[in-house]
């Protein structure tokens, strides 16, 4: 983003104060990424291979070195957080500011993730890929939990077993078949079938020590991990608050100390987005995240702001009935893609702060690797953009070919308390309206009528054109198998109108869990290109447009923030991510 | 009627129209659409089937609906609003928050009384004049004024460019200065409606007295304006607004929802919201229930006290 030295226009900040105070207060009912998050977890790219690395000798940010003498050690950061702390146990927590605070402030797993979604080295210093579906981890040695247990690897196991038959039960379960204790320090697990992605998605699951196991504490009293933060206090639905874990186990380097420089971090929660806009400004916090975007520029140009940000994972998409006709037919479905508005969206509803998605992959999915430009080019040419001849020649076609007239009455629904969502849903509507070929009419629900609605038993049932918000993460696999593979139909998360292609299923299958091709980057990327032709011709989802996650802290009090494209990483990596070399301080005398 | 048969009938008349509250607050979780079980699991595909049987029998949805109300109703006869998956034992919930959202209500509430009162006599004694109009655009600028955005306005003004409150409450207890400091914004949004209403109740009630016989009498005895305005007239407008005042608890407690959050305040109002994010029906009952059962009690207050006041309404 540009920047340009001049200060918020007092003026400016009003109008967009009152215009998001409308928008906060309707959209604060139920976050909706968070509430269906896809596993932001279950990504990697090639496990294995970077397992000898030690933390905080890569260099992976673009960040500029960091002297040490430099860090003033101490103080006490203050986040506005937009969202209540739903759960504190991390086999249920099933929205991101749970996850951005508590998973991974305070809990940590056998790899930690970089900011460019490369497995490290966490709780394991190494491991080893004895075949396909066996892995042997070796845990570091003198590793201590907040009350002073030391880990080993039984605790590792009933870790991972803890997850069984729960919400997040996926998270180990796509891959965990069984482990073995081989010593107290290594770990043999076997898989119940190949993952590309199991390296990376370790990350995202917490190890627990025996207290938390055996049931002597309850994780939703008193959180106990090996986070570089332990759990210090949590006022339900006001403030959580977390200090320093002085025995960490990282031992330091040359660019970041042994422990993170900021010794207390309190999370205040104000759920209002204006109100959390004016604790910014006022300085009663120093960092927040999820303003309205039409105040993203003001903070930007700034000098009293630095705002930070990356292309994310979040992404919205439209679901077509497709167990009705004529949503059956691929040339209708593909015209209405070809009819979504989406650089208007980008431009008038997101204020140039998100991602076009004219492909089903976002940016950090590893996309550069997996769909190389000219492939994309030639995708785009064939079958995307926003073109509206286009779209009415193959939707009159697809008309014909079902023996229907234009218009066709159809109803698109959305939820009413996210007021971006609304707005571009409102623009795709009037697109199809202008197209001739649709009578279109628009209905709202509140979060929770139309989460039951779009993700309970019956969604299929509903001929009605969907559109809605997920999570997904550093994998190709997470932006597809959520909304289009079979085995994901609702009730659950998220194939909304039990869409099934056989074809499409053996693809994603094979990336993911094929030996011969999900630890060959080659290998993947011809079936996720196979996969990105067939998901262009069939338009069984449309993706309207990719999330970008920002930042915002007050300049020269916060030294060093950089933000992680995963939201549940937010705050951890934000502050302190050893494997990234990435450490933040605040300044004493800036307050 | 006297006064004792009165007050017996009235609080008779209560049972019903809380029995209304209780069946209707009941029905919230009977109007959730699919199985209640399901969305207080968080819509969990994998949640373990028993647990699901054992939410089901501890809301007693095993039962036929009138058993399932009256179990329920029996709980909450003994301050036992149940116990939420989500947030725990709900009364407890109910308790740790409610002390944010009464002292932010009587604030709100005494803002309202303390500025309506004096400007609506002001107005009333100059009547037609320039600060009868000034007081009338005011009453109608605070009527017209949607509290969420007045709340903001304030803290943009008040905290973001003068300085003088933070933006978020500070970490100190809720009866400490600095909290009841911060508290005046708040309870200022608050009390603004409520303000504007009084103050024009106020001021027809004291100009309809002024023009009663008792008032001429009194000013042709030579008794000072002053006497006059504040010892008669004003205790016998003050009936009118008193009750006013009673009845505007339901609009305090409504608007405490919304300026909650935008002050961040952690009261129940605040705890609504976050239960109706989580989908968390049990909070979301037991606050409803709390709130529709201090609006039949605060109409009840003032019905009485308008009886205690005015000996000849019995209705």
Known sequence: MPRTDRDINRREILQGMGAAGVVGLAGCIGDDDDEIEDDDTDDDTDPGTDDDTDPGTDDDTDEEETDLDEIHDGGELVIGLAENIADFD???????????????????????????????????????????????????????????????????????????????????????????VVDDHTLEVHLSQPDATMITGLAGVPILPDELLDGDTDPDEHPIGTGAYQFEEFEDGDVFRASRFEDHWFEGSDSVPETPPIEEITCQIIREDASRSSALQTGDVHHSFGLASDTLDDFDASDEFDLTST?????????????????????????????????????????????????????????????????????????????????????????DEEGIDAPLDVN??????????????????????????????????????????????GSEENNEIVTIGLSAGFDPDSFIRATMYTGRQTPGCCNIHHYSNDELDDLIETGRHDPDVAFDTDARA????????L????????????????????????????????????????????????????????? | MSLRRYVIKRLLMVIPV??????????????????????????????????????????HLDRPIWEQYLLWLAGVLQLDFGFSPITGDVSETIVTRLP??????????????????????????????????????????????PNFWLGLMLLLVFSLWLGWFPSIPPDVSLLHPSMLWYLLLPAITLGTASTALLMRIMRSSMVEELNKEYVRTARAKGLPERTVVLKHVLRNSLISVVTVAALMTASIVDGAVVIEVVFSWPGLGEQLITAIGQRDLLVVQGIVLLVGVSIVIANLLADLVYAWLDPRIRY
């Open chain 1, 90 to 180: 991390p086999v249920s927590m099933n929205d991101t500011t749970s996850g951005m605070t508590v998973r991974t402030l305070l809990y940590e797993g056998l790899t930690a993730i970089d900011f460019e979604g490369d497995p490290h080295p966490g709780l394991a210093e190494d491991w080893e890929q004895i075949d396909d579906t066996t892995f042997e981890f070796y845990l570091r040695e003198g590793v201590q939990f907040h009350n002073g247990e030391e880990l080993h690897a039984e605790q590792v196991k009933r870790s991972f077993e803890r997850y069984e038959g729960e919400l997040r039960e996926p998270d180990v379960y796509e891959w965990y078949e069984d482990s073995e």
């Open chain 1, 412 to 457: 698109l629904v959305v939820n009413a308390d996210n007021d971006d969502r609304v707005q571009w849903t409102e623009l795709v509507a009037e697109s199809m309206e202008q197209s001739g070929m649709f009578d279109v009419e628009l209905e709202t629900f509140e979060w929770t009528e139309y989460v039951a609605r779009v993700t309970g038993p």
């Open chain 2, 18 to 59: 809380l029995f209304g509250v209780s069946v209707i607050t009941f029905s919230i979780m009977q109007l959730v659409p699919g199985d209640i079980v399901d969305v207080l699991l968080g819509m969990d595909p994998n949640a373990d089937p028993e647990a699901a049987e054992r939410l089901r029998q501890e809301l």
């Open chain 1, 526 to 533: 011809e079936v996720y290109q196979e996969a990105t032709e």
């Open chain 1, 311 to 399: 292309p994310a994972g979040g992404y919205e998409f439209m679901s077509y009935p497709v167990q009705f006709e004529p949503w059956d037919n691929a040339n209708i479905r593909a015209g209405v893609d070809r009819l979504i508005p989406r650089p208007i969206i980008i431009e008038e509803v997101y204020h140039g702060w998100a991602e076009r998605s004219d492909l089903p992959f976002a940016e950090i999915s590893g996309m550069d690797e997996f769909i190389p430009d000219d492939f994309r080019e030639e995708m785009f040419e064939e079958y995307g953009g926003y073109d509206i001849d286009e779209a009415v020649e193959l939707i009159e076609e697809g008309f």
């Open chain 1, 535 to 591: 998901i262009m011709q069939e338009a069984p989802v449309s993706f309207t447009q990719f999330g970008t996650e920002i930042d915002i802290v007050r300049a020269g009090e916060v030294h060093g923030w950089e933000t992680h494209p995963i939201n549940s990483y937010k705050i951890i990596k934000g502050i302190y991510a050893p494997e990234s070399d990435q450490v933040a301080w605040l300044d004493p005398d800036a307050a």
């Open chain 2, 100 to 145: 944010a959202t009464i002292l932010l209500g009587a604030m709100g509430w005494v803002i309202a009384l303390v500025l309506a009162i004096p400007a609506g006599v002001y107005a009333a004694v100059n009547k037609d004049e320039l600060a009868d109009d000034v007081s009338r655009i005011a009453a109608l600028f605070g009527i017209a004024t």
